[in-house]
């Protein structure tokens, strides 16, 4: 079975500052990983997905995380974040050999930025 | 290429009646699957369907169902609606291995 684990609930950043939000994965297969981005009163986006090849995977809007096998960890950065950057940020898994539907998602992480 | 759509929006619904939920997959997509998503539970997978059957299924009692028709659109049924069904609802499509998500459906029981 496959778990994620977004190990903080709420990260408090200031505007232009850097930000990294942590993810965690447990699974006994090899997998997908995605960061999704959710503002108020929307759906999902993808931001960015590891399928393989480099461990290091850019996505939309400045951001950019790294794969670390060893420690089972796909963490999302930015260099330096905007006011619209605030929303909750969800990462998820998936079993590399199962339908895309099979996803878990970590308990999101809300961003917010103070000016 | 449009998005995926969910209707309607937003919707308010009494203990014990049922709904009926609707999306409409990205043109091309045959898969579609239905999440609900609250504060206390965050997202949930429900089911999935592909090429009108379903696939996959989450861990939600049998008040939960779908179906999907043969254009790809699908629908998602509560029957004997509990104030804990109270959630934002979300539609995915996918083509292979990545999803994309509606708007969501914002149920509130009461």
């Known amino acids: ?115 | 290429k449009a998005g995926v759509t969910q209707t309607p929006r937003y919707l308010i619904k009494t203990r014990g009646q049922q709904v009926t939920l609707s999306c409409s997959p990205i043109s091309g997509h045959r898969s579609v699957s239905w999440y609900q998503q609250t504060p206390g539970q965050g997202l949930q997978f429900l089911f999935e369907y592909f090429s009108e059957t379903q696939r996959n299924k989450g861990n939600f009692p049998g008040r939960f169902s779908g179906r999907q028709f043969s254009n790809s659109r699908s629908e998602m049924n509560v029957s004997t609606l509990e104030l804990g069904d109270s959630a934002l609802y979300l539609c995915a499509s996918s083509l292979s291995d990545e999803q994309y998500f509606g708007p969501g459906t914002r149920l509130t029981v009461t």
């Open chain 1, 1 to 115: 079975a496959q778990s994620v684990t977004q190990l903080d609930s709420q990260v408090p950043v200031f505007e232009e500052a850097p930000v990294e939000l942590r993810c965690n994965y447990s699974s006994s297969v090899s997998v997908y990983l995605f960061w999704y981005v959710q503002y108020p009163n929307q759906g999902l986006q993808l931001l960015l997905k590891y399928l393989s090849g480099s461990t290091l995977v850019k996505g939309i809007n400045g951001f950019e995380a790294e794969f670390n096998k060893s420690q089972t960890s796909f963490h999302l950065r930015k260099p330096s974040v905007h006011i619209s950057d605030t929303a909750e940020y969800f990462c998820a898994v998936s079993d590399r050999y199962s339908s895309a539907s099979k996803i878990i998602f970590g308990s999101g992480t809300r961003l917010s930025i103070r000016p």
